[in-house]
């Protein structure tokens, strides 16, 4: 017998004895009711006195001393009796609770799609189960986008990786390579090297969003975004895309790390993914009790059931769609665990012209 099922046990006894101590102290209490009150009539009854014909007359009631003997044999009959009910009905109650405890075992052992259901009747123990079921239904949610994005990181990984390995063999298989070819492949060398680099100071940046806000500071958006565009600028006029604002004071309150991040890949894919003589527009406000940050930008023709797939990692349009492989599928990836974090809401649009508004709203910091 295991560990576990002696606790089980136990949790049974002590609930067994518990009820048959509220029975039988139940009992204790009738047989006092009705005993106390014939003792104090006996006593109270003069001595020489004569019995009341209820009593004295022959054949017909009970003596006071075999009522006595006859309530306390009750009360030694009732002990067993007490204990064999409340072990039954300790055992009616916790049976809900070894069904959860089995089906939690096999789902732990990696069987995540199993459910409790356990159905009716309406209790707490039932309210536990599908507390319980909720609880599994994230989890394998959240192991089956861990596998996919552990899949996708491999494969992301892995190509630069490959590049990089082919292209220093045939620069080592050359035997008549100069000083010039050799110096280029190792440029190229380089330039996948911080290929890779970006990719994992995103993946980290990522996995950083995600594990959540550990520093609430006062941030106002404005600013924010006032830097990411001050450093955007240059690689804006050289893609023929034109940066402009509208900020007014949004002041919330989250890591200000996390929130420049937001920023700065919601820009970065609005210039991104746009086309030459293009725009992006990049507004702040505050509305009531949430501060608002717009990100709108012209570019390809977004499908709308395509929308919410870019906000997974690695997602990204079809090739031919924007005609281009910029990036590696995170930044709204990013965007999207940010806003988690601090318990924003995000909402996107495709516009008929092309391109995405993509909206953050924030608690307002008072």
Not at 21 to 43: M, N
Not at 246 to 251: K, N
Not at 261 to 286: C, E, F, W, Y
Not at 313 to 341: C, K, M, N, S, W
Request: hydrophobic share 45%.
């Amino acid at each position: 017998m295991t560990c576990r099922q002696l606790a089980r046990r136990s949790l049974q006894k002590r609930l067994a004895l518990a009820y048959a101590a509220g029975v039988y102290a139940a009992g204790v209490v009738v047989l006092v009711f009705v005993d106390l009150p014939l003792v104090s009539i006996q006593a109270a009854r003069p001595q020489g006195h004569p019995s009341s014909s209820a009593i004295t007359e022959t054949g017909s009631g009970i003596s006071l001393p075999r009522l006595l003997a006859g309530s306390a044999v009750a009360l030694v009959v009732l002990i067993p009796v007490a204990l064999a009910l409340g072990w039954y009905v300790a055992g009616r109650f916790l049976r809900p609770l070894r069904a959860i405890t089995s089906t939690a075992k096999i789902i732990s052992a990696g069987n995540l799609h199993r459910r409790l259901d356990l159905g009716e009747p309406t209790d707490e123990l039932t309210e536990l189960g599908h507390t319980l079921d909720d609880l599994f239904a994230r989890l394998e949610s959240s192991f089956d986008a861990q596998r996919h994005f552990v899949a996708n990181a491999s494969h992301e990984l892995r190509t630069p990786l490959a590049g990089l390995r082919t292209l220093l063999e045939v620069a080592l298989a050359d035997p008549g390579a100069d000083a010039d070819a050799l110096r280029s492949a190792c440029q190229e060398a380089l330039a996948l090297g911080g290929h890779q680099e970006r990719l994992v100071q995103a993946l980290l940046t990522l996995a950083t969003s995600e594990r959540g806000v550990t520093r609430w500071d006062t941030v106002d958006l404005a600013h924010v975004v006032e830097g990411v565009l001050a450093s955007r600028r240059d690689l804006a006029r050289e893609a023929g895309i034109d940066l402009a604002e509208h900020l007014a004071p949004a002041v919330t309150a989250g890591d200000p790390r996390l929130l420049e991040s937001l920023v700065a890949n919601l820009i970065d894919n609005a210039i991104r993914h746009n086309h030459a003589d293009g725009h992006v527009k990049v507004t702040t406000q505050t509305s009531g009790a949430q501060v608002a940050l717009t990100v709108a930008n012209t570019g390809p023709v977004v499908p709308g059931d395509q929308i919410q797939r870019l906000f997974h990692p690695f997602q990204r349009l079809a090739p031919e769609r924007h005609g281009r492989r910029d990036g590696y599928g995170l930044g709204l990836a990013i965007v999207d665990a940010v806003t988690q974090a601090h318990r924003a809401t995000l909402t996107a649009g495709a516009r008929p012209e092309g391109g995405l508004s993509i909206t953050v709203r924030f608690a307002a910091c008072r």
